[in-house]
């Protein structure tokens, strides 16, 4: 016997020491009494009863549960208000607990649970039934109230007892059934935790359309390996083996007639995490979840790597409760682990939860991050943009080379071979291709059906050693007529089961095509009619609406030129002869007479276009008569325009 007043004494040390370290604020706890609420329920407006109820005692505070853990003493399931007909039972269900505190100090004390009642709601009598539970049985209309006090104590009550009181609870009785036609199923937690050292519980609640149904609800769950439910009071209690998942936990009201309505609510089971998998590159989220009855006052994240190494991370989200990786590594991140110590205090209460371990899954990111550069050069004359995607004044036999670029920066990407196809003026002729510097042979070159382009396709590039590439297309230009050409590179990527894993177009190519020379068109002039008596007259000519002489002059290296005008013949008319000769006036009033060896009209310096000629009336040829015109007729004579390029 001496060994078990040693324990006793110990154990009454202990809880001084956990009373002085709690020191749990009892004024905090407890509600003023004018907005303690008394009824389990709203009373309905239409109740008969509508008087002030006045308690037989007033009912304790609702307990402060935090983490599991009772830092005070009450009820956690309260008398629930009752709607039946006469002569039909009604179990009232009631649940009550203790703190740590009060546990320790009444270590060996026992629950006591005395009922009381009342028919008015003031005025109250203790009831000789003593259970947890109160079945009554109406035997008249209308409403009775109750109460129920719950004492823990042991042999003998003494000072150390815990007493509580219940909220008060109503039984009204109606002359006959009211039933159901629809059920509302709610939990008061939709998340309980299934690793901790204590079991989690809730309470699921059923209300009933009407409210004052008088049917009765039972409960059952569909995986009693992830929870359990009382059957009559709604508690769901979780597994504490670790098993996760959602437990469905359903409700039904039979009423008196044998009908019934159902419903459920879903209650997630797990240890606060969830696993993660995201695909290589994105973020991983993950977030306590479960109802702590305090916010957490710290929370501190795990990462533990695949050597099981435990390292703390830094979370920089505003949320304690969510952490969000960096961007996930495949080879690094797949297969690590997260958790979070959550530490939650409640006055000078402290204490702590750690979550399961969640695992990260990265999902290796084959597609192809494919880089794709394409350039076009004329390697027979420089003019081109910035970028080298265009190139200007292309002609006949001019060099042009294509160049594409590719690289995969992706190590892990599936893309095994790739095809490149562009298109190339008609008349180009391919002279080589090299990969990489080498020689490469296999592709096809086939005419399109408009005539105008054909295509090229560079076939089976090998990309699943090699990552990066440089395919160079040589090629000469045959004749074109069209002022421009474009086209795009298309690249298609095929996996090692020749499958499409990826289709890319890349910008335009263009080239803008020129002659590459210069064109002269003459009009014909006229100095009009002329008298057989007109002698030494000079004669103007007649207007012309174009130009005397049309140059277009498309010459991509613009030499130095000179435009000569020359009259290798007379005027004539059948075989007669006009005494006349042609002068070409210049602005100054000067003038040359025209001949075979031909006048200067115009020059141009090195890189400068040389433009139509249009006269004015006091310039150009003019023509001049020398005697009279011996025999009439149509005078006409041919003038040669001639180009020398300067030395």
Not at 214 to 236: E, F, H, M, Q, Y
Not at 241 to 266: E, F, L, W
Not at 507 to 523: R, Y
């Amino acid at each position: 016997m001496k060994w078990k007043k040693k324990l006793l004494i110990g154990a009454l040390v202990n809880v001084i020491l956990m009373v002085i370290t709690l020191n749990i604020n009892q004024d905090n706890f407890n509600k003023d009494s004018d907005t303690q609420n008394i009824i389990s329920k709203l009373v309905p407006d239409n109740l008969t009863v509508k008087a002030e109820v006045t308690p037989y005692h007033q009912p304790t505070s609702d307990p402060i549960i935090l983490l599991f853990i009772w830092l005070t003493s009450g009820y956690n399931l309260q008398p629930e208000n009752q709607y039946t007909y006469v002569n039909n039972p009604k179990t009232m269900y009631t649940d009550s607990g203790r703190s740590v505190v009060d546990a320790l100090l009444g270590l060996l004390s026992t629950p006591h649970y005395t009922w009381y009642q009342s028919t008015d709601g003031k005025n109250w009598t203790q009831m000789s039934q003593t259970t947890k539970e109160l079945t009554v049985t109406p035997s008249k209309v209308g409403t009775i109230y109750y109460q129920q006090m719950t004492r823990w104590y042991g042999l003998i009550p003494g000072l150390l007892d815990t007493i509580v009181y219940s909220k008060v609870a109503f039984v009204t009785a109606f002359p006959s059934p009211i039933e159901a036609t629809s059920l509302d199923v709610i939990a008061e937690s939709n998340y309980l935790y299934n690793n901790q050292s204590s079991v989690d519980t809730t309470y699921v609640v059923g209300t009933p359309t009407p409210y004052n149904a008088t049917g009765n609800i039972t409960w059952k769950v569909n995986d009693t390996s992830l929870a359990t439910v009382d059957t009559r009071t709604g508690l769901v209690t979780a597994n504490t083996t670790g098993k996760s998942g959602t437990v469905r936990v359903t409700g039904t009201m039979t009423n008196s007639n044998g009908t019934s309505v159902s419903n459920y609510v879903d209650i997630k089971i797990g240890g606060g995490l969830d696993d993660q998998t995201v695909d290589e590159g994105q973020k991983a989220t993950f977030e306590v979840q479960g109802n702590f009855g305090e916010p957490p006052t710290n929370v501190v994240w795990h990462k533990v790597d695949a050597a099981n190494k435990d390292t703390v991370v830094t979370n920089s989200s505003s949320n304690k409760l969510i952490y969000t990786t960096p961007n996930t590594v495949y080879a690094t991140d797949n297969g690590t682990k997260y958790y979070a110590v959550l530490t939650i205090t409640s006055g000078d209460s402290t204490t702590t939860v750690t979550t399961n371990r969640a695992n990260l899954s990265v999902r290796k990111n084959v597609l192809p991050s494919l880089t794709i550069n394409n350039t076009i050069f004329n390697n027979s004359y420089d003019d081109h943009n910035i970028s080298n995607t265009l190139i200007n004044n292309v002609s006949e036999n001019d060099q042009v080379s294509y160049k594409v670029d590719l690289s995969d920066s992706n190590i892990n990407s599936s893309m095994s071979k790739v095809d490149i196809s562009f298109k190339l003026p008609a008349t180009s002729i391919i002279n080589n291709l090299k990969l990489n510097g080498q020689d490469f042979a296999d592709y096809s070159y086939t005419s399109d059906s408009n005539g105008k382009s054909s295509t090229l396709v560079v076939k089976n590039i090998n990309f699943s050693t090699i990552k990066k590439y440089s395919l160079e297309v040589n090629s000469t230009i045959g004749e074109n007529d069209d002022p421009l050409f474009s086209t795009t590179t298309t690249v298609v990527g095929y996996d090692a089961n020749n499958s499409v894993i990826g289709n890319y177009n890349v910008g335009e190519l263009t080239m803008n095509f020129a002659a590459n020379s210069i064109s002269m068109k003459a009009q014909d002039w006229d100095y009009g009619s002329i008298n057989s008596y007109n002698s030494k007259i000079l004669l103007d000519r007649k207007k012309i609406e174009n130009d005397h002489l049309e140059v277009t002059d498309n010459r991509r290296e613009k030499k130095a030129l000179k435009l000569y005008l020359a009259q290798s013949n007379p005027f004539k008319s059948g075989e007669n002869v006009l005494p006349s000769e042609m002068r070409y006036y210049q602005k100054d009033g000067g003038y040359s007479v025209l001949d075979s060896t031909g006048t200067l009209v115009s020059e141009t310096i090195e890189g400068q276009t040389l433009g139509s000629i249009m006269w004015s009336d006091d310039e150009g040829p003019k023509l001049f008569i020398m005697d009279g015109i011996s025999q009439a007729g149509n005078y006409s004579t041919t003038l040669e325009w001639s180009l020398v390029e300067s030395i």
